[in-house]
């Protein structure tokens, strides 16, 4: 590992670009649980106001507006950005920060259309810094002891998926609007789809959706519900419904031949996870601590820095659900079965990924309320 000049292990300087919910609750918290690699120098969001109250709050000088982006990376001497901003932006502040000489650690889902995800990934690589995309999941002990349950074959062959992810989105946030990424099946759908496909450990080939918008203040102009059914070239199928209109639901299942394994709430990033495995007509229950899900990406991303590796997730796992969900898109709008082009794909999270942090008491958020009003 890198050496600073008083023989400390080097820790990557971070800067969080966008000040949201989730940053405020999640993501500027979890910097006391990575302080082994990883280091907050600096913050961006376009409120003065918040980039005021967070700067002091966590002992962050270097401050700045998104037009101020590089000469923040700059000042602060920035080897990484978390860029946690509505998913239409991602595409142009990771091309931003990966011009800079930056690696990018960008949430999901990665952007609104393949060609975006495409160009980020040719951003990232030409410069030659990394992309991360932040499937937090990657890394929690509950979601991949049940993929190392999947490929075990305790529950014989397993051939289907099904899940339901909900919660009641408060009235005129940005999941609601287009214009910003929003609908379910972008802020809710990703984790679903990549949950199938990791449990699966393949790409689906066809795609059917049906989507919904009862009530505009829960979807201006975006899906408010999407029920979607995934084929896999093995026979497996995958059923779920995301929906920012109904009540809160995080839950999967994943059915074999000999047996079956409940998750729930299995997409949750402040609760205990807990597994209901049936096999045999016998049922045994796991329960998974609730831990800091957001340090782990944070000390996982550094060292993929520090010591040269590629990432896992990276962008082309970030590529592969969103080209998942234009496939859902396309299906709901059409009324047909949309066939997905074969893609490729090496990485898979396995258990070796778990990294276990104690659990974060989340802050007040300063102008920044919960998505949801449950």
Known sequence: MARTASNEPRKIRYAVVGAGNIAQVAVLPAFKNAAENSELVAIVSGDAEKRAALGERYGVAELGGYDELEDVLKRARVDAAYIALPNTMHREYTERAAAAGVHVLCEKPMAMTEEDCEAMIRATKDRGVKL???????????????VE????????????????????????DIR???????????????????AARYLFREEPSEALAVSLRLDARRADDVDETTSAILRFPSG????????????????????????ELRVEPAFDYSSD????????????????????????????????ILEDREPEPSGLEGLADVRVMRALQSSA??????????????????MSQSIKKPPVDPPAPVKAPSPSEQ
């Open 176 to 194: 609601t609007r287009s214009e910003q990424g929003g609908g379910a099946l972008f802020d809710l759908g990703v984790y679903c789809v990549n």
């Open 333 to 350: 709008a059409s009324g047909r079965a949309e066939a997905i082009p074969p893609f490729q794909r090496d990485q898979r999270p396995g």
């Open 236 to 259: 497996a199928v995958a059923q779920f419904t995301v929906s920012q209109g109904l009540a809160s639901v995080s839950s999967f299942r994943i059915a074999g031949t000999e047996g």
């Open 149 to 172: 349950i999947a490929r075990s074959g305790e529950l014989g062959e397993v051939r289907a998926f099904s899940s339901l992810f909900t919660h009641v989105v408060r009235a005129g």
């Open 273 to 304: 996870i807990k597994h209901y495995m049936t096999v045999g007509g016998k049922t045994e229950e796991k329960t998974f601590k609730g831990r800091d899900q957001f340090a782990p990406e944070l000390v996982y991303f550094s060292r993929c």
């Open 132 to 146: 991360m995309i932040a499937y937090r999941l990657h890394f929690e002990e509950g979601n991949l002891k049940a």
